[in-house]
């Protein structure tokens, strides 16, 4: 017994694994094709198109399945036919290592900026110079105030106004 839509359908061993199989295919054909860019609307998958190249695509790709060729096969078939911007992910190799690690070079360059930030915040040499001279390090109370005396206060961003005043020379 088969049950489809709600129906409940008696159907020979034979009749339920070609249903079986053809859902297989389907299951397959979509995994692939939503893996594969649309040559003509190119943001979207072959899956999410109706262009007429997607459409011999998902037919191509079915055949394919129904061919008995694996996958990885199939894409790389499409890749030679098509290149290699027709699949969503591409492979690694020399020509695609600069997108692949620029999130990871990004992301350990404002790691390292940081740290370095922090580390300077943390290390005041004046501080350090004086708990060196006394040899105890100052309570908190004494950092505090050794700061405030020996910190230069904060540069001020010059805007565009400014350096413009000082242009003219006013």
């Known amino acids: 017994m088969l049950e489809f839509r709600g129906r409940k359908l008696s159907l020979g061993s034979e009749e339920v694994d070609e249903v079986k199989k053809a859902q297989i ?22 899956e999410d198109s109706q262009a007429d190249i997607a459409i011999l695509l998902r037919k191509l790709i079915r055949d394919e399945i129904r061919s008995g060729k694996s996958d990885k096969e199939i894409y790389e078939n499409l890749e030679d036919k098509f290149g290699e911007t027709i699949l969503y992910k591409p492979k690694f190799d020399m020509q695609t290592a600069a997108l692949w690690l620029s999130p990871f070079l990004v992301a350990g360059a404002a790691a390292g900026v940081w740290a370095y930030n922090r580390h300077r915040q943390k290390t005041n040499v004046h501080i350090m110079a004086l708990n060196l001279v006394r040899g105890v390090p100052l309570t908190p109370i004494e950092k505090e105030t050794m700061l405030d005396i020996l910190t230069p206060p904060p540069s001020q961003a010059r805007t565009s106004s400014s350096w413009l005043k000082r242009w003219r020379g006013q």
């Open 25 to 46: 295919v389907e299951a397959r054909a979509r995994n692939i094709s939503h893996n594969v860019r649309c040559t003509e609307c190119g943001s979207q998958s072959i």
